[in-house]
């Protein structure tokens, strides 16, 4: 690995939050990081850079969590400047974005499919049915790769973080990696038309944002296999949403072999959920461009949100920045307001999500009910 100059490392170090920031300093040796402040914590980490790293100190104490660490507004803070009024989904985006580690050890090859994500200068793969990070070199980054890239690469692990970097890619978007060429399609005249499908007895119109009140859970029906097998038929692109999904849920969603499916099981932490749902916007998004139909369900609208919480206000029904920003890019894939796009929406939520004043007045109010 290439060494870092001493002014690169310095720049490197000072744009970490404290938390990162005390994980290195552990990496590195320093004792007691949790007491030092941040400003002393980056002089005693480039001072262990060039002392070497301290093996007596070295991860003795991992020291005691902050009790708000999967608050997603509280971990923006760290990252998005303090200046900075409103918060964006492209702030989102850099802040779920890793950083390439430091250290790597030889390990096996290993093939993935993955959506890729491209935030500032940094570029990443993450496979649809799993947590791992895969880092792309400059030989391909922003030249090639783009946000929601449908993308075959082969890995090597670099440690033991489910942490990967790429050695080569095989496919983008289903064509060659070496031939593939950013393609900009025309999203064509509006679709929106009484053509519909019916999800159970809910009519559900191609090319709207449409939301859907269960009275039973997806598990308990045979609606999600009815639209599965339609798409399969028509060619249609099926994307899954969901965060903290129950265990019957995923068995179906397994048992379907839902090609597309970025949900997540139950008591996933708030980071992990930002970061596949995010996967999920940027593939639709990108499918999109690609010239596709895109069908988007949501399995449970106010279960995604309360998942991208954790510290969901409950006495005042408050929802995170971030939830709100999420939601907000959701419905912006579908009828959108200056174009229309080949993309149908479909919320479903359940009968204490119209006690939620957020998904009543700025959800639920611009879908079609059915």
């Known amino acids: 690995m290439t060494e870092l100059r001493d002014e ?71 990252v998005v400047d303090e200046e900075k009024e409103e918060l964006s989904y492209e702030s989102l985006l850099s802040f779920a974005q890793e950083e390439k580690p430091f250290v790597s050890f030889a390990g096996e090859n290993v093939r993935f499919e993955g959506v890729s994500r491209v935030a500032e200068n940094k570029v990443s793969i993450r496979p649809i049915n799993g947590n791992e990070v895969i880092f792309v070199g400059d030989i391909y980054g ?14 090597q692990k670099i440690n033991n973080n489910d942490e990967y970097n ?16 950013k393609k900009e399609f025309d999203l ?16 559900i119109y191609f ?17 999600l296999k009815k639209l599965n097998d339609l798409c399969l038929r028509n060619g249609n692109v099926l994307v899954l949403l969901g965060a903290n999904t129950s265990y019957e849920n995923q068995i179906l969603f397994k048992n379907l ?10 008591a996933t932490n708030a980071k992990l959920n930002l970061n ?38 409950k006495e005042n029904r408050e929802h995170s920045k971030a939830a709100e920003i ?35 007045s700025d959800l639920l109010r611009v879908c079609k009910k059915c």
């Open 188 to 203: 064509g005249k509006e679709i929106i038309s009484d053509n519909k499908f019916y999800f159970g007895e809910s009519p």
């Open 8 to 78: 690169q490392r310095q720049v490197l170090v000072q744009r970490l939050g404290v938390f990162e920031l005390r994980g290195l300093a552990r990496e590195m040796g320093v004792p007691s990081p949790t007491t030092k402040k941040r400003d002393e914590l980056i002089d005693l980490i480039l001072q262990a850079f060039d002392k070497g790293v301290n093996q007596e100190n070295k991860n003795q104490k991992r020291g005691r969590p902050y009790k708000k660490l999967n608050s997603l507004d509280e971990l923006l803070c760290t």
């Open 276 to 313: 596949k749902t995010i996967d999920g916007l940027n593939f639709a998004e990108n499918a999109l461009k690609n010239g596709r139909n895109v069908i988007v369900v949501v399995s449970d609208l106010g279960g995604l949100l309360l998942a991208l919480d954790e510290n969901f206000d």
């Open 207 to 223: 090319g709207r944002r449409n939301a859907c009140l269960l009275h039973n859970d997806l598990y308990e029906t045979d609606n």
């Open 326 to 360: 999420i939601a907000k890019k959701i419905l912006a894939l579908a009828g959108a307001y200056d174009s229309a796009v080949s993309l149908t929406l479909l919320l479903c939520y359940s009968e204490v999500d119209k006690c939620d004043k957020f998904i009543q």
């Open 142 to 155: 922003k030249e090639k790769l783009e946000n929601g890239d449908l993308v075959e690469v082969t890995a």
């Open 257 to 266: 072999d839902i090609k597309y499916n970025f949900t997540t099981p139950y």
């Open 166 to 181: 790429a050695l080569s890619l095989s496919l983008i978007n289903g064509e060659s990696a070496v031939m593939y060429q």
